[in-house]
């Protein structure tokens, strides 16, 4: 016969040792900083609010990222946009939140969807939504169908996550200018944060071993294409690599950095001191080639100020390619590698990639994204020793 006091022993024994008191902690200088991405759900009541105040109370998270703009609508006062619906009346969520942390150690950025901005299931529309009042402006696909056409199952089964507007049309580049203005002119933020700063998902697959939809064929783009080349980009073999696709790939690389930039001059304008920071593709060649996001070129030339690597993996490994990448940039400092967190991730995962990112130089880390739970969050801090209590972005 087992001995079952002898196995349950054992077990408690094993858990113990895998105890918060038997991770050791990593000892970091004072410019590595932490940041946490707070999705626009957290903030919709002042109860929620109040909780993320609670949660970073004490911490060493220097960064909030929060969500201000998700699908076209708004969680502030928007002079463009659509209160979001769970949002009780009178209530502003972004206003409210910097008036509660106003005195405490940690900077406030507005976090702004940029391109994407409709769920595939959330029609009918609101009369102020962007696609309501300008529905010509959605991207296309490369036989000419729009977006908005496609089903919920088209859209994963081309990895899409819903539907975007066309960053070549130039209203839609003055749109999204007069948000970020709108957000600057009304709230103390401490810097903006792009995140869908990028084209669908358009090209090959290599999971899949096939080519998917390709975006950016809106009508309007494609005359803009075609009065600049001398060629309508339908006609371009999207399945072939030829300097034809490629000058059609550059156009559309270059209307994504050219909103960039245009962010830039708005922030900039505002205060000098404002970050503008981005939340980017962790394979920055894929994000080239099939999203039209050149991030490396963005810190090079200085439109950002920060780059938010989206290196969300459980497995080590696989962030260390991402770290690998971040590398190949030779802008580490001006990097914080994105670290997923979910309800069972474990501390010592989340420890051991934060002190990969800082001994690969980067300037710091920003976890995503779960329910965020304070014990969670106080753990992991206590573990992260910092030399100086001297915070940078």
Not at 14 to 32: A, D, G, H, M
Not at 134 to 151: A, F, K, L, N
Not at 261 to 289: C, F, H, Q, T
Request: with cysteine; net charge neutral; proline share 4%.
């Amino acid at each position: 016969m087992f001995d079952y006091l002898k196995i349950y022993m054992f077990f408690c024994i094993l858990i113990l040792s895998c105890s918060r008191e038997n991770i050791k902690p990593i000892s970091v200088e004072k410019n590595f900083s932490g940041a946490l991405w707070i999705e626009r759900h957290n903030i919709s009541t002042p109860e929620k609010v109040d909780d993320i105040v609670n949660l970073v109370r004490g911490t060493n998270i220097k960064n909030l990222f929060i969500q201000v703009r998700g699908r076209g609508n708004a969680y502030y006062n928007s002079e463009y946009e659509p209160l979001a619906t769970s949002i009780p009346d009178g209530f502003d969520p972004l206003k409210y939140l910097i008036e509660k942390t106003r005195k405490m150690d940690f900077k406030i950025h507005a976090w702004v969807n940029i391109s994407y901005v409709l769920d595939a299931d959330k029609y009918p529309l609101d009369e102020k939504h962007i696609l309501y009042k300008h529905p010509e402006w959605i991207s296309y696909d490369y036989s000419g169908r729009p977006m908005t056409e496609y089903s919920k199952k088209e859209l994963e089964d081309n990895l899409l996550e819903g539907f975007f507007l066309d960053p070549a049309i130039p209203e839609v580049k003055d749109y999204i200018a007069s948000i970020v203005k709108d957000i600057l002119s009304k709230y103390p933020v401490d810097g903006i944060h792009l995140d869908f700063i990028r084209y669908p998902y358009s090209g090959y697959s290599s999971y899949s071993k096939k080519y998917l939809s390709d975006f950016g064929y809106n009508p309007i783009a494609r005359e803009i294409f075609k009065t600049k080349f001398g060629l309508d980009p339908i006609s371009i073999d999207r399945d072939k690599d030829s300097p034809e696709k490629e000058l059609f790939d550059q156009f559309r690389r270059d209307q994504i950095t050219e909103i960039v930039k245009r962010i830039r001059g708005i922030v900039k304008s505002k205060n000098e001191n404002l970050i503008l920071s981005a939340a980017v593709m962790p394979r920055y060649d894929w994000g080239k080639k099939v999203y039209f996001q050149d991030w490396p070129k963005w810190l090079d030339e200085h439109y950002i100020d920060l780059a938010c690597v989206m290196s969300y993996s459980s497995n080590n490994t696989c962030f260390q390619d991402y770290i690998n990448y971040a590398n190949d940039t030779h802008n580490n400092n001006r990097i914080f590698m994105g670290i997923g967190v979910k309800k069972n991730t474990g501390i010592n995962k989340a420890l051991r990639q934060i002190e990969i990112s800082y001994k690969n130089g980067m300037r710091g880390y920003a976890i995503f994204s779960f329910t965020h739970d304070k014990k969670f969050i106080d753990e992991l801090c206590d573990l992260i020793k910092y030399n100086r209590s001297v915070y940078k972005y």
